[in-house]
């Protein structure tokens, strides 16, 4: 884990950093060291073009970055096929609470970068067929997403285990909205 590097960028206007470079460790530390060996760098930037962009892999596939994004926010948009935003611990329609948006940018948008990561077709000559493009780096964050919540994780840092019924009710009662 100490190879891996980590560099700040100072957000502008009201943009935040939701997560941290501890929770990132921690998500490391649970994937098996083959999964995110390529890794060097984790960038924090503000490179979000307008909340448009989470997070991306720089073009010689060892670094990853992380955008700084809005304060309060819905992550809806930024769903892919087959997920929900009670995954995360959030409302559809409504916008999120912390927590979901720390789930979010670690289970979902750092996994899906270093999905990006993975080598598929070692002897491919161009860097576009060697790696993971976005549907296989989506289904390998879903994949890992589901495979570390699948046991519960003994940390204090409830972004680290699936949400709970209880958190999800809560989200829902401070909202008002049935169900």
Same mark, same amino acid.
């Given at each position: $884990? ?20 501890? /929770? ?13 060996? $390529?890794?060097? @760098? @984790? ?22 970055? @992380? ?5 309060? $926010? ?8 087959? /997920? ?34 993975? @080598? ?60």
């Amino acid at each position: $884990m100490e190879k891996v590097r980590f560099t700040f960028a100072k957000p502008g206007a009201d943009r935040v950093y939701h997560i941290t470079p501890e /929770q990132v460790k921690i998500v490391l530390s649970r994937l098996p060291y083959e999964r995110w060996r $390529m890794l060097r @760098v @984790v960038h924090f930037n503000d490179t979000s073009k307008g909340a448009r962009v989470l997070g991306y892999v720089t073009s010689g596939r060892r670094e990853v970055a @992380v955008a700084a994004l809005p304060p309060r $926010m819905s992550g809806t948009r930024f769903l892919g096929k087959g /997920q929900a935003p009670e995954e995360f611990g959030a409302v559809r329609g409504a916008q999120w609470p912390e927590p979901a948006i720390q789930r979010f940018l670690l289970y979902d948008v750092f996994l899906r970068e270093l999905g990006h990561l993975q @080598v598929i077709d070692e002897k491919a000559k161009s860097t576009r067929r060697k790696y993971a493009r976005e549907g296989k780096a989506q289904e390998f964050a879903m994949h890992w997403c589901r495979a570390l919540w699948r046991e519960p994780f003994d940390h204090p840092d409830p972004v680290h285990n699936k949400p709970s019924k209880q958190e999800i009710a809560e989200v829902k009662a401070r909202l008002g909205v049935q169900g």
